[in-house]
């Protein structure tokens, strides 16, 4: 059984931040957000947003897992894509997705967008809203299956959900949208597409 007091140590040594949601559940706050039993038989660790878990795993590797980019679980398959790709972009794209996750600039035109995923499939990212993202065709290519973003990354995890609203850059709702809304809720909500 990994030891609590040994994880709030390590954690605290690599700046990744440890909180305890009940029942042994540990979730730790790095580059990227991972679940953390340390106290169960299997120690079971996991990357938000991944496939598969890991088991025993010890305090000091469950503190990497939260800075480095995933490994795939071995025994998990990669996630297959919807087959309905560019009908997944599209909806994305209504719900205002309008800047290349990798360079952040934005797209002037829909038919420039690819589906991007913040933990690639490579590495055990499932193809699940909470993990996909917008990027050029060539920006998708570049980065392949690598996540170039973690070196240097601070604020967030990349793979926390609560960070999708703020991939999502503010679209403010047409007029046309905002008659249809009703009354008390127009000029509402100006921030968000939705
Ligand atoms: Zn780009």
Redesign the pocket.
């Known amino acids: 059984m990994a030891s609590v007091a040994k994880l709030l140590k390590t954690a605290e040594k690599y700046g990744v931040t440890v909180v305890h949601h009940g029942n042994g559940h540990y979730q730790l706050t790095g580059k990227l957000l991972v679940n953390y039993y340390p106290e169960s038989k299997k120690q079971t660790a996991y990357v938000a947003g991944t496939t598969g878990g890991h088991h025993g795993v010890d305090e000091f590797r469950a503190v990497m897992m939260a800075l480095k980019p995933p490994v795939k679980a071995l025994d998990k398959p990669k996630a297959k894509r919807k087959n309905n790709v560019r009908l997944v972009r599209w909806k994305m794209w209504q719900a205002g997705f309008r800047h290349?996750y990798?360079?952040?600039?934005q797209f002037s035109d829909f038919e420039e967008t690819t589906l991007e995923h913040v933990i690639p499939l490579d590495k055990g990212g499932l193809d699940h809203p909470n993990n996909r993202a917008l990027?050029?065709a060539?920006?998708n290519q570049l980065r392949a299956n690598n996540m170039p973003e973690l070196e240097h990354h601070e604020g967030p995890p990349v793979n926390s959900v609560a960070l999708l609203p703020m991939l999502v850059q503010a679209v403010p709702p047409s007029k046309m949208v905002e008659k249809l809304l009703p009354p008390e809720l127009q000029g509402v909500n100006k921030e968000t597409p939705w």
Not at 102 to 105: A, D, L
Request: glycine fraction near 0%.
């Open positions: 290349c990798v360079c952040k600039q990027s050029h060539l920006c």
